[in-house]
């Protein structure tokens, strides 16, 4: 078999699948929503769990230096950012991390800026922490790339808007934000003594000729004002580990965290995370690469399939392996064009309206599948628009 070929994950609890007849009333689809890849987890990562599987005591563990010293080094070397051992702690989730610091370096009732679209929890996470929202609009230029305006962005500003949630690569729209992009919108948030959570998740995933910039990375002063999420879910397909880091390079701004991080009592997480989380980081540039291989493959299928039925508008993502799909030109609204999606193509996607009121008329795709699914999967797209 394949490194990148089909795996059938019926078997294990996998959302993707599990999740079929409650979110899209039937078994009868193939699920191409939620973000992690039907691929297989690198086999570093497996065999090192399984090395570890041979001392008989699985108890409380304490994340070693060695596994923080493997994502610095993934860091530097891929992102050109240098983090320092104390800026890093250890996360369940990037999610319940973005909880986390929001409640600890904001009050109740302050605004917190999300760009609409976007993954869901950036919304859920403000909104059940009683905060509250300033949806900026992300809309797409002459050319159709994604901008935030930040023009519009002072307007919709407060005094009490203390936090932004940056996407960076962006979930959905598949941006990876320039460095002149990043800076401008740095210095506003400096100007405004707005701090940066900047959701680096997806930095691992991104294709020629872009590259990932940390926001952190881009000056002294944004080192001090950003916070970094990030973690190997998303690069070594490895969600199922419930790993991930928060990188606070102000000492201000960690305390401050830390507070709130011991009040939730996350401890240091699970053995066997931890040992996935040193392998993937310390052994896993050459399947990554090989990853990154694949997903532009699969990537340039869709485009070529996008050629030739105009009723879909896609542009290749700069990064993460999500296809943002424009379905406005088949008039449905947002329900039909989730019926259609399901009844007649066969497929469960995310859709567009499920990421803010921008996403309305898209569908997301998740195309991080074996070669074969993915042409299966537009080939039943394709008949249902011909019918
Ligand atoms: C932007 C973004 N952040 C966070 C997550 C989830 O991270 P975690 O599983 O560590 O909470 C996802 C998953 O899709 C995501 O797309």
Redesign the pocket.
Known sequence: MGEFDTIDRTSSNAEKYTLRQKLFGTEEVHPMW??DMDIATPICVVAAVQERLKHPIIGYEIMPESAFEAQVAWVSEHHAFTMQREWLSYSP????SIGCTIRALSEAGDEVIVMDPV?P?FYSMVKENNRRLVIHPLRQDEEGVYRFDLDLLRTQITDKTKLLLL?SPH?PVGRVWSRDELGALGTFCLEHSIVIIS?E??SDIVFQPHSHIPMGSLSKELLNNTVTLT?P??TFNM?GF?I?TVCIPSEELRTRYKEEYHRVHWGDGAALSHVAFEAAYRDGSPWHQRLIGHLSHNALLIEEWAAKHPLIRYSPPEGTYLAWLDCRALGLGDRELREFFIQKAGLGLSPGLSFGKEGSGFMRLNFAVPTSVLTQALEQLGKALND
């Open positions: 939620v973000a989730s990037v999610v319940a993954y929890p996407c979930n959701d998740i997806h973690g879910g998303k969600a419930s991930s």
